[in-house]
C-alpha cells in the first residue's frame, strides 16, 4: 500500500466534500432537514470517493478529516454566538448532536463501503 493512494483518498474526500458542499448550498433550500441531513449525505459520499481511491487503511485519515471539519464548525458556530452572550459548547452540542453522530457514521459506512468496492473491482479484474 503506497502513500501515494492515501493521499489521493484524503484529496478526494476533500474535494467531493467541498463540491458537493457547494452545490447542495446553491440548490437546496436550507430547512431544518435539510440542515441535518446535507451532511450526512455529504460525508457518506465523500468518505466513499476516498475510500474507493485509497483502497485501504483510510479510515483514520477519512475520521480526522470529519472531526477537523466539526471542530471548525463548532468555532464557528461559537464565534457566532459569542457576540450575544449566548455562546456555549453545551449548547452548540445540544443542537447539532444528531448531524454530528450521524455524519460520523456514515463517514465510516462511506470508507468501508468505498474501500469494499475498490477490492472488489481489483479481484474481479484480476480473475479476468
Not at 466513499?48 to 464557528?76: K, N
Not at 458556530?77 to 452572550?85: D, K
Not at 468496492?117 to 484480476?126: F, G, P, S, T, V
Request: glycine letters at 8%; a positive charge.
Amino acid at each position: 500500500m503506497s502513500h501515494k493512494n492515501l493521499w489521493l483518498g484524503f484529496a478526494s474526500l476533500i474535494a467531493v466534500y467541498v463540491a458537493l458542499s457547494n452545490l447542495a448550498t446553491a440548490i437546496i433550500p436550507q430547512t431544518i432537514t435539510a440542515i441535518t441531513v446535507q451532511p450526512i449525505v455529504i460525508s457518506f459520499l465523500a468518505s466513499f470517493a476516498g475510500g474507493l481511491i485509497a483502497r485501504e487503511r483510510f479510515i483514520f485519515i477519512a475520521l480526522g478529516a470529519w472531526a477537523a471539519l466539526w471542530a471548525a464548525i463548532g468555532y464557528t458556530l461559537y464565534l457566532i454566538a459569542a457576540p450575544t452572550g449566548n455562546a456555549s459548547v453545551s449548547s452548540i452540542a445540544e443542537h447539532n448532536w444528531v448531524a454530528f453522530l450521524l455524519s460520523g457514521l456514515a463517514t465510516v459506512a462511506g470508507v468501508y463501503i468505498g474501500q469494499a468496492q475498490a477490492i472488489r473491482r481489483i479481484k474481479n479484474a484480476a480473475a479476468t
